[in-house]
Each structure stands twice: as C-alpha cells, then as structure tokens.
C-alpha cells in the first residue's frame, strides 16, 4: 500500500505558487474507437481556490463535468468552474465531478501517462495553471487503488 501512495505521489501536480494540492490523478483506459474518457484526482487546498479550466495534449476538448440526478435520470453537464474550499476535499471521481477529455487524439493504454493542466484561481483572483502527470488504468477501473475496501476472512 505504502508503494500505491508513493506511486501515486511521483504523478500529482506540484506548483509552489499555487495553493492547490492535486492527489491520485488518474484517466480510465480507452478501447480504439472511443473518442472520450474520464480523469479522475482529489483535490485539496488550504485558503480556497477555483477550477476555472482545464486542458491536456491528448484531447481535442477539456471539460469539466459533473453528474446530477435529474428526473431519476442520470445526467451529465459542463461546470465553468468548481470551488475548492479551504481545508475541503473535493474527488473528482466516477459518477461525480471529473475532467472529460473529448475527441481523443489516440486510445489511451494502461500504464500511460497523460498530461492535464488545470487553471487555477486564487482568492486574489490571479490565474495559475497546475500541470497534473495521470496515469492511465485500466478500462474496468472504477476508483483509485487507495479507496477500494477489501475485507479478507
């Protein structure tokens, strides 16, 4: 376990400048004919900061998204911007907010590493990017290795 936390480190975002901390980053695999898939990371900050963008080389379209119930139904739609409080989690996660990469340049294979960057906005207003490294799992991957819960009898 203490391997997944240290692999998982080598891949997030660093920026000094910027408040925002960025753990676990990771996209779900694609096979060859699909053209969008979802990045998936947790966020952190200390003051409070605002997704205002996002963009990565692998994707013609970088958005940010979340799921809502509507009408019973499922629905997915594009967010301007998501607040990171201060001293509050936020999971960009399966079924919840996440970075959609449309029109995909290539499949993306298990084991690759795709670059994100997020546009930041801090409580002065100003405007940094954080470049985020995710690896890229399998198709079937549904949450990251250091949230799954297994019991053993």
Same mark, same amino acid.
């Given at each position: @376990?203490?391997?997944?936390? %240290?692999?998982?480190? &080598? %891949? /997030?975002?660093?920026?000094?400048?910027? #408040? &925002?901390?960025?753990?676990?980053?990771?996209?779900?695999?694609?096979?060859?004919? =699909?053209?969008? +898939?979802?990045? %998936? @990371? =947790?966020?952190?900050?200390?003051?409070?900061? +605002? &997704?205002?963008?996002?963009?990565?080389?692998? /994707?013609?379209?970088?958005?940010?998204?979340? @799921?809502? @119930? #509507?009408?019973? $139904?499922?629905?997915?739609?594009?967010?301007?911007?998501?607040?990171? =409080? /201060?001293?509050?989690?936020?999971?960009?996660?399966?079924?919840?907010?996440?970075? $959609?990469?449309? #029109?995909?340049?290539?499949?993306?294979?298990?084991?690759?590493?795709?670059?994100?960057?997020?546009?930041?906005?801090?409580?002065?207003?100003?405007?940094?990017?954080?470049?985020?490294?995710?690896?890229?799992? #399998? &198709?079937?991957?549904?949450?990251?290795?250091?949230?799954?819960?297994?019991?053993?009898?």
């Amino acid at each position: @376990m203490a391997g997944l936390a %240290f692999a998982a480190g &080598l %891949f /997030a975002g660093s920026a000094l400048a910027v #408040d &925002l901390e960025v753990t676990a980053p990771w996209v779900r695999g694609t096979v060859p004919a =699909q053209k969008a +898939t979802g990045a %998936f @990371m =947790q966020l952190t900050s200390k003051a409070g900061v +605002t &997704l205002v963008g996002v963009a990565s080389p692998a /994707a013609s379209v970088v958005e940010l998204h979340e @799921m809502v @119930m #509507d009408n019973n $139904m499922m629905k997915m739609r594009a967010l301007p911007r998501l607040d990171v =409080q /201060a001293g509050k989690l936020v999971e960009l996660k399966p079924g919840s907010y996440h970075v $959609m990469l449309i #029109d995909l340049k290539k499949p993306l294979v298990k084991g690759e590493i795709v670059p994100i960057t997020l546009k930041v906005e801090g409580k002065d207003k100003k405007v940094e990017l954080v470049e985020v490294k995710a690896e890229v799992r #399998d &198709l079937a991957a549904a949450m990251a290795p250091a949230m799954e819960h297994k019991h053993t009898h």
